[in-house]
């Protein structure tokens, strides 16, 4: 069983930063993607950005060029640095892991979620 733990979200001003960050633990043989979604009230769940394993990534238009992810292998995370913040970043932001156990089988996990408010 893996899980998943965030952290790093909070209330910040426009034009504000926050980190986020995500740690999976738990039977892991490797990890393919990881990425971060996010859902705003009444809205469904949207993709901000993923990375592969070898370090490839990819931004929702909304985001580029003012967020950035990155992982670190050898300890299993994934951050999000998130700059230049606007009230429409406000959302709850899910990590998601997409990861092969040791009996070879894929599976894809999320996080429980954090709370990003961006509000003046």
């Known amino acids: 069983q893996v899980r998943l733990v965030e952290s790093g979200g909070g209330l910040v001003q426009p034009g504000g930063s926050l980190r986020l960050s995500c740690v999976a633990f738990g039977s892991i043989f490797s990890i393919n993607a990881m990425g971060w979604y996010r859902q705003a009230p009444g809205k469904e769940r949207e993709l901000v950005a993923t990375?592969?394993?070898?370090?490839?990534?990819n931004y929702d238009d909304s985001v580029k060029g003012r967020f950035i992810i990155s992982r670190d292998n050898a300890k299993n995370t994934v951050a999000l640095q998130m700059n230049s913040l606007k009230p429409e970043d406000t959302a709850v932001y899910y990590c998601?892991?997409?990861?092969?156990?040791?009996?070879?089988?894929?599976?894809?996990?999320w996080g429980q979620g954090t709370q990003v408010t961006v509000s003046s």
């Open positions: 990375i592969t394993s070898g370090g490839s990534t």
């Open positions: 998601n892991v997409d990861f092969i156990d040791p009996r070879h089988s894929r599976w894809s996990t």
